[in-house]
């Protein structure tokens, strides 16, 4: 297989038990799971066939990058896409959040306060305090992996500022693997996740 034309990591970043594994699991629609697994598998690479060219795409759910500052910061100097991840009922993992937001400079970044399924009384963060940390032009999302809530809207915008065809997306891929015409490189419009 040649090599793609189009290699973008995306790097997943916050505080344990937020979300993180779960919210990817949707983008690999692998569905919900409900217990706590602490990740150990953290490095996904996913290529897609999009009219004719080669995307690829790796993905890192950076989470025992976590206690080791010169590891993080090359997943940081690596990554062409962040996306920062804290939980509404978690009050350090927001300020996780704000301190790893100081350290990404000039990159596509998107931020998703996760969990807002959770009842109204077991929130800790404002919306209004989102906003007012990370500006009003910040690319913020309220998301829950358990319902999917916005998670659609979290992967179309991570694709726009990552310059990455919105094929990409989760909604996509089930489009995709049921067209068996898209499998083949030769159709003009043809589409595959490989
Ligand atoms: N209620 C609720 N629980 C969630 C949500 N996302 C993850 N969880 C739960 O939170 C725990 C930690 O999730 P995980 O994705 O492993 O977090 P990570 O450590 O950041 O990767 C698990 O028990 C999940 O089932 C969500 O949106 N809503
Ligand atoms: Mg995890």
Redesign the pocket.
């Known amino acids: 297989m040649s090599l793609p034309q189009n290699s973008k990591r995306i790097v997943v970043l ?12 949707r983008y690999l629609r692998d569905g ?8 150990s598998e953290d490095f996904l690479r996913k290529l897609f066939r999009i009219r004719g060219e080669t995307y690829q795409i790796d993905i890192l ?1 950076a ?1 025992r990058e976590r206690d080791f500052p010169a590891k993080r910061r090359l997943s940081i100097l690596t990554g062409d896409i962040f996306l920062l ?1 804290f ?1 509404l009922d978690d009050r350090s993992s927001f300020q996780e959040v704000c301190a790893l937001r100081t350290e990404i400079l000039a990159v596509p970044l998107l931020v998703c306060a ?5 009842q109204e009384s077991e929130r800790e963060i404002s919306k209004a305090e989102v906003l007012q940390a990370f500006g009003d032009d910040c690319a913020y999302f309220e ?5 999917s ?1 916005n998670l659609e809207k979290v992967f179309e915008t991570l694709a726009k500022r990552g310059g990455l065809p919105t094929e990409t997306g989760p909604s996509q891929h089930r489009k995709v693997s049921l067209r068996a015409d898209c499998l083949t490189d030769n159709k003009p419009n043809g589409c595959s996740a490989l």
């Open positions: 916050g505080a344990p038990r937020v979300g993180k594994t779960s919210i990817l699991r919900f799971v409900e217990e706590y697994n602490p990740t759910d989470s991840v939980s996760n969990k807002v399924d959770l998301t829950s992996a358990k319902d809530t």
